[in-house]
């Protein structure tokens, strides 16, 4: 039996604000990433265990790196990932292309392959994703859809690369499931 270490354990399940680095590349050269922008993220973990995690994009972070969220602070588009088995430190999630059957996420869906790995205990909670996103626009009923285009060359699409360094900021919005450790 492996010994409990609370300390360093992965919540599963919690909403919490990050402040990120966020950083975009050409489609078919990831390796030529851009200049990064500082923004918000909102990170939601659910399901029976902690199985599915959503990366929202929340707006541009201003100000001093330990200035906290704004008030307000709201999904504005959202990626979806899938709890990976595995072990070594954190935890990963494999980013979908399309919503399973019966899921929603708050913002506008992100189609997007990538992974996202999660690491240390609620009150450090650190994220790094990589992905490469390729979609057309579209109009839903509840507003714009995020249509997954499998080949950018096609043209139509709008495609590139990202990648994201994340890092928990305290939140009025956060919360943490019953049982989990305090982020405090």
């Not at 100000?63 to 602070?73: N, Q």
């Not at 450090?124 to 994703?129: S, T, V």
């Not at 009923?141 to 060359?153: C, H």
Request: with cysteine.
């Amino acid at each position: 039996m492996r010994p409990f270490a609370p300390r360093l354990m992965v919540p599963q399940g919690f909403v919490m604000a990050m402040r990120a680095s966020l950083g975009k590349a050409p489609y078919e050269a990831p390796h030529r990433a851009g200049l990064p922008h500082a923004g918000w993220l909102i990170l939601c973990r659910w399901g029976a265990e902690g199985e599915f995690l959503t990366i929202a994009e929340a707006g541009p972070a201003e100000g001093p790196a330990d200035a906290p969220p704004p008030l307000g602070l709201r999904p504005c588009t959202t990626f979806l990932g899938l709890r990976l088995a595995g072990g070594g430190e954190g935890e990963n999630f494999l980013l979908t292309r399309h919503l399973p059957a019966g899921v929603t996420v708050a913002g506008t869906f992100q189609p997007s392959d990538g992974i996202a790995r999660l690491f240390g205990p609620a009150s450090a909670l650190r994220l790094e994703a990589a992905g490469r996103s390729a979609f057309r626009r579209g109009l839903g009923e509840a507003g714009e859809v995020r249509i997954d285009a499998p080949d950018p060359s096609l043209g139509g699409a709008e495609a590139f690369a990202w990648r994201m360094e994340g890092w928990r900021a305290p939140w009025l919005g956060e919360f943490l499931a019953p049982g989990e450790f305090s982020a405090h």
